[in-house]
């Protein structure tokens, strides 16, 4: 069975105070007697409970993050690279799912604020967590990460407008203009606007995320004929099996740029729309940890991260 604090007080002939202050970094004891209840302590194998401490010290140095696709693999990239920075800096990750129809992002919210965590970062779509939040943690202890539906928690976002509209421009330098879209639907804007500036009619080319239920990639594909395919997110896979499925050779027959420079775009070669993990991650903890060490934010600090192109060989001159 577990040895208690109790335990260990009545073992060393002690007060439980006593006990408590031998553990703690700054209590006032004297180095003698902490000495001995320490090493009484390691023969009793007696673990002191750090949640226990963290309730008097209000500080758990774990952020909570709410992960929002499990099936999503730039989100683990992020996470990856987040998690390194924040370890550095002395905090732990506790990580929630959210799957939408399985979860509510609310329990999950009331989840983390009973472990306790200092801060929560997550990707709000919607307003339907509000009295939760506003209930569980301070204004500056909440980081929107990669959309911004309150405006009085920060946020951090990223430009995938211009992210789209890179992409395009760049088909376009490359002779390109039969460009199909496909993918979802809040970032199309970069497409439709930078084609229509072109003057290049869209139609049988756009397909945003509220019609790909109804249409199959191979589909649109075959209808559009396009020279070029602009994927976005994790519907850039499904692009690339209709293509081997077609037979059709990327950059030979179509050229391609995934949105989301995930490791299959690597090992395939392909061009992409690539974020700056390191800077999402440090921008992150710059707006976070000031929260923690103010505990008062005046103005909710927004920043917004510009994705950048990284040309390898799936886009050709026509």
């Given amino acids: 069975s577990m040895i208690t604090i109790q335990d260990l007080a009545k073992s060393c002939g002690v007060s439980v105070a006593t006990i408590s202050r031998a ?3 700054n209590g006032k004891i004297n180095s003698h007697t902490r000495e001995l209840i320490l090493q009484k302590a390691k023969e009793l194998n007696y673990v002191p409970n750090t949640i226990a401490r963290s309730l008097q010290s209000k500080q758990t140095n774990s952020i909570g993050i709410i992960v929002p696709e499990i099936t999503n693999s730039f989100y683990f990239s992020v996470i990856q690279r987040m998690e390194y920075q924040y370890r550095e800096k002395g905090y732990h990750f506790v990580i929630g799912f959210y799957q939408r129809g399985l979860s509510c992002e609310s329990d999950i919210i009331e989840n983390m604020a009973s472990c306790r965590v200092d801060a929560l970062i997550f990707s709000p ?14 204004q500056g202890n909440i980081l929107q990460l990669f959309c911004k539906t309150y405006d009085e928690y920060p946020s951090l976002v990223i430009d995938d407008i211009a992210g789209t509209a890179n992409a395009v421009e760049y088909l376009i330098s490359k002779g390109h203009s039969k460009i199909l879209y496909y993918g979802e639907q809040s970032r199309s804007v970069g497409y439709t606007e930078t084609m229509k500036k072109h003057g290049i ?43 081997h499925r077609m037979g059709l050779r990327i950059p030979d027959d179509v050229s391609l740029i995934a949105y989301d420079d995930v490791e299959w775009t690597r090992m395939l070669d392909i061009t992409t729309v690539s974020h700056p993990l390191d800077s999402i991650a440090a921008v992150s903890i710059e707006i976070l940890l ?3 060490s103010d505990g008062s934010i005046i103005l909710p600090v927004h920043k ?15």
Avoid: H, M
């Fill in 304 to 318: 917004q991260i510009n994705p950048y192109l990284v040309i390898r060989d799936s886009v050709k001159q026509i």
């Fill in 23 to 25: 553990f703690s970094p």
């Fill in 290 to 292: 000031k929260g923690l």
């Fill in 125 to 138: 779509t919607d307003r339907e967590s509000e009295t939760v939040l506003k209930r569980c943690f301070p």
């Fill in 201 to 243: 009619d869209i139609s049988d080319l756009y397909y945003p995320s509220y019609f790909l239920e109804a249409f199959d990639a191979g589909e649109c594909i075959k209808k559009a004929n396009p020279t070029a395919i602009l994927a976005i997110a994790k519907w850039s896979e499904s692009v690339v099996s209709a293509l």
